[in-house]
T-cell receptor, first 114, second 114 residues
Framework: DGGITQSPKYLFRKEGQNVTLSCEQNLNHDAMYWYRQDPGQGLRLIYY???????QKGDIAEGYSVSREKKESFPLTVTSAQKNPTAFYLCASRTGAYGNQPQHFGDGTRLSIL | AQSVSQHNHHVILSEAASLELGCNYSYGGTVNLFWYVQYPGQHLQLLLK??????LVKGIKGFEAEFIKSKFSFNLRKPSVQWSDTAEYFCAVTLNTGGFKTIFGAGTRLFVKA
């Protein structure tokens, strides 16, 4: 079955450590997205990528970094510069030709900083 | 800055009541509009979308939404809600900013009393 796989489901890290969240899709979608979901704030866009080797900052990119070396993969690194990293992180993808296509979402990763 | 506003954060209705959830966006260019729903413990899934044509669009499970360009609004409606509509509803807008940036509102939690 085609879909988006995020791993791990739960992640615990000590303060000051960088941590990388995985997102892989086998839908052959061009565009991929990372969101952070906090209670009462909806989904806030961290980074997005329309094509391989290109990505753009979203509304809350500070303290995060991404790469897009392969079409299928869009890993997110939460760096020690992110002041409040404990949150639920969602990865999404869509076919990239037109913006009228809906996004498909992964199951999410819940990150807790100890 | 571009943004999406959902006016109601929590809504409680009795079964058979009518529903209207407000959504406004701030962006002067061409947009594609979406409503997503997240049932407890499930992925976000598409309810309906608008990108051109008839501004009144129909989605799954009896939902509909109307795009009013002059008001920058895309309100979601359902004439008669059911207990199974209990979920969180998100309005989203895709902007063509060189890539297709998709931003979400804060969400509305709907609880339908049986």
């Amino acid at each position: 079955d085609g879909g988006i796989t995020q791993s791990p489901k739960y992640l615990f890290r000590k303060e000051g450590q960088n941590v990388t969240l995985s997102c892989e899709q086998n839908l052959n979608h061009d565009a991929m997205y990372w969101y952070r979901q906090d209670p009462g704030q909806g989904l806030r866009l961290i980074y997005y990528s329309q094509i391989v080797n290109d990505f753009q900052k979203g509304d809350i990119a500070e303290g995060y970094s991404v790469s897009r070396e392969k079409k299928e993969s869009f890993p997110l690194t939460v760096t020690s510069a992110q002041k409040n990293p404990t949150a639920f992180y969602l990865c999404a993808s869509r076919t990239g030709a037109y913006g009228n296509q809906p996004q498909h979402f992964g199951d999410g990763t819940r990150l807790s900083i100890l | 800055a571009q943004s999406v506003s959902q006016h109601n954060h929590h809504v409680i209705l009795s079964e058979a009541a009518s529903l209207e959830l407000g959504c406004n966006y701030s962006y002067g260019g061409t947009v594609n509009l979406f409503w997503y729903v997240q049932y407890p413990g499930q992925h976000l899934q598409l309810l309906l979308k608008y990108f051109s044509g008839d501004p009144l669009v129909k989605g799954i499970k009896g939902f509909e939404a109307e795009f009013i360009k002059s008001k920058f609004s895309f309100n979601l409606r359902k004439p008669s809600v059911q207990w199974s509509d209990t979920a969180e509803y998100f309005c989203a807008v895709t902007l063509n900013t060189g890539g297709f940036k998709t931003i979400f509102g804060a969400g509305t939690r709907l609880f339908v009393k049986a």
